[in-house]
């Protein structure tokens, strides 16, 4: 069932086009992932959904509501956590989730909430006191206090360390125990592989392709990258690569040195073949590895562009 | 009730700010204080009618006349006798000029002569003291010249003084008055940096990302400033009536009136401020400005009339001049909100409120629409 549905939307700022052409639909219940790098209109199309910034052209709907007719009814629907994660920095993180709480006619305790970003220990400190991430967390937690249908993460983990980044994903993955819908956006691929049941890549304001992350990688390639390294030296190296181009399966080799990669549709036969010839000649094998593709080269194949996170 | 829950929400969120922010409480507390403290200590010891000159008595000839001159110049009140003794013209000179005295008097030096000589130093030719000792001489030898001649003075003054209670007003009263509406006044300007700082931060888009009623908000935010206004004007008070003897004399309806007149006008310039500031600076730097203008042009310290006069238009114009007048009205001369001549002033400062903010409003809404990020 869809709960939000979007559909050719449009907007300029003055001569910048933002967002030029995008669409989607999100079904109840998983976390949609918009990824794409810095510009690509991931902040512009999620204001636009948010009933913050007036589309030029296109449609929003949850369900059968607009923002025209609905938008009260919207906004109880919903919980936000904006990019500039803006709190008040003098109040405590409890203080915070009580006032958000006012604001709407049902809602859950900020005990709750603070037990589910994990901040029960940093209830009575000042805001501008807290790490940054634990004041993502909050926003995070500010965003839930209304107990909404969707939420909307804007880049909850970009600036953090590893492991608060860890601390993030595990609260969006409890998100969706909860049976809440998610949209997500990030830079950071390995976050939408990790996170996502679908992720659409928008690159210069427009939608690439939406899949889940494992078709998307599917329908890439099906060729695998297979990475050896010889102990016995170059001459081990390209022996190995003269016999690996005579094989049906790989498409081409390269070596540098005493490594050698293959690309190879089969990389399960190609490496039996490989090792039954090394074998027989005595060369010794230092290393192997089968490159995983990820998001990425998604990427990459699809706009021709090198992705900077 | 949901909207009564929000507004306490809303209010105690106001309230912690207020409470927690330091430089709130320097600037509305602290800072109005300690001005008023230093303006009082400098200006009103000499305002309560202790006049006191230091004089030196010259009588190198003594003789009939000067002998009887010099006794009843003695017991003078105001004049002290710096040595106690008559000095050499030539000692009193050197004191003059060395401002050991404010004056010397040169008694005559036969019987038959007439003239008394004053001699001052020349940086205080116009000074008060001067002006006060030829007054009294001229006085005294008036009178020498009534009971020379024999006659019995026809005209005589009588002085009335005449006040509202059975007090005399003194510059303590006008500096107290003046320094509570220029508390307000600053508090209701600076006070709407708030709104560029939460702009700025991203928490007014926050708030219209929920259902919050941002009219609301807004309230709530008046309410609070109205109450630390309110607690300026007792602390000020409190402080000008107990530590410096001010006296006031208050028409309440007619002070809540002006008070709430006058906070809410100058909230609408900040306001207007406001909207046009990108960031806390720029905010400050044109408050500031417009803070320094109108805290010297606007009779909080000396009357208007005393500035030049090219000067006085500019007081005028400045709605901090009728917010002073209106409190002084209300705080020292008891002025009912029936008085004509206090509408005028407050009607001009609440066309300064209305017409800012209706512009800072309409800035507002223009930004909206434009500026999205």
């Excluded at chain 2, 901090?320 to 002033?345: K, P, Q």
Aim: hydrophobic fraction near 45%; include cysteine.
């Amino acid at each position: 069932m869809s709960v939000l549905e979007v559909k050719h939307l449009k907007k300029s700022f003055g001569p910048v086009r933002a967002v030029e052409d995008i669409s989607f639909s999100v079904t109840a219940g998983e976390i949609f992932t918009i990824i794409g790098p810095n510009g690509a209109g991931k902040t512009t199309t999620l204001e636009m959904i948010e009933g913050l910034v007036p589309p030029d052209e296109g449609e929003i709907t949850f369900g059968e509501m607009d923002w025209r007719k609905n938008a009260a009814a919207i906004k109880k629907k919903i919980g936000v956590q904006p990019q500039s994660s803006a709190m008040f920095d003098l109040l405590t993180p409890e203080e915070n989730l009580n006032l958000f709480a006012s604001f709407y006619d049902r809602s859950r305790s900020a005990e709750d909430i603070l037990q589910l970003v994990n901040l029960t220990d940093h209830r009575k400190k000042h805001v501008k006191k807290l790490s940054g991430g634990q004041r993502q967390r909050l926003a995070i937690g500010l965003a839930m206090i209304s107990d909404p249908e969707i939420i909307f993460l804007d880049e909850p983990t970009t600036g953090l360390d590893p492991q608060a980044r860890r601390n993030i994903w595990d609260i969006v993955l409890q998100l969706k125990e909860l049976g809440k819908t998610t949209i997500l956006t990030t830079h950071y691929m390995e976050e939408a592989e990790k996170l996502s049941d679908r992720v659409c890549i928008v690159d210069q304001g427009k939608v690439i392709s939406i899949d889940t992350p494992a078709a998307l990688i599917d329908q890439l390639t099906e060729e695998r990258e297979v990475h050896l390294i010889f102990l016995d030296g170059a001459d081990a190296a390209e022996s190995a690569a003269l016999f690996s181009d005579d094989l049906g399966s790989v498409s081409r080799t390269e070596r540098d040195g005493s490594s050698l990669t293959i690309w190879t549709a089969h990389p399960e036969d190609t490496l039996y073949q490989l090792f039954s010839y090394t074998k027989e000649r005595n060369f010794q094998v230092e290393q192997v590895s089968i490159r995983e593709m990820s998001l990425e080269d998604v990427f990459i194949a699809f706009t021709g562009k090198e992705w900077r996170d | 009730m949901n909207g009564f829950r929000q507004f306490k929400q809303m209010f105690l969120t106001q309230l912690r700010m207020t409470y927690r922010e330091k430089q709130a409480w320097f600037w509305g507390i602290f800072f109005p204080v300690i001005l008023m403290v230093i303006f009082m200590s400098i200006f009103s010891d000499n305002s309560d009618n202790d006049f006191n000159a230091n004089v030196a008595l010259v009588n190198e000839h003594p003789n009939e006349t000067s002998e009887m001159l010099l006794q009843q110049i003695s017991h003078i009140p105001v004049l002290e006798i710096e040595t106690g003794e008559p000095v050499t013209r030539e000692e009193a000179e050197e004191m003059v000029a060395d401002q050991e005295v404010n004056a010397a008097i040169v008694l005559p030096e036969a019987d038959d002569d007439t003239s008394l000589l004053l001699i001052v130093n020349k940086e205080d030719e116009q000074g008060i003291v001067t002006q006060a000792l030829t007054g009294m001489l001229n006085e005294f030898v008036h009178q020498a010249n009534l009971f020379a001649a024999g006659a019995e003075p026809i005209y005589e003054i009588e002085y009335e003084a005449i006040t509202s209670g059975d007090t005399e007003f003194s510059y303590t009263d006008f500096l107290l008055t003046g320094m509570i509406a220029l508390s307000i006044a600053q508090g209701g300007i600076f006070g709407m940096v708030d709104l560029v700082d939460m702009r700025r931060k991203g928490l007014i888009k926050r708030l219209r990302m929920t259902p919050a009623d941002m009219n609301m908000f807004g309230f709530s935010d008046m309410v609070m400033r109205l109450i630390f206004s309110v607690v300026q004007i007792i602390l000020l008070s409190l402080i000008g009536v107990f530590i410096f003897g001010a006296n006031l004399f208050i028409n309440f309806a007619g002070l809540i009136v002006v008070f709430l007149l006058g906070a809410l006008s100058f909230n609408a310039i900040g306001y207007f401020f406001s909207s046009f500031s990108k960031t806390t600076e720029a905010f400050m730097g044109i408050a500031n400005i417009v803070n320094f203008l109108m805290m010297f042009l606007s009779g909080v310290f000396f009357p208007v009339e005393t500035m030049p006069d090219w000067l006085q238009p500019v007081s005028n114009v400045l709605p901090l001049t009728y917010f002073v007048d209106g409190l002084r009205e209300t705080m020292i001369y008891e002025t009912s909100i029936f008085n004509a001549e206090l509408w005028t002033g407050i009607g001009i400062m609440i066309l300064w409120g209305a017409v800012t903010f209706m512009l800072g409003s309409w800035l507002y809404k223009r930004q909206s629409i434009v500026a999205t990020r």
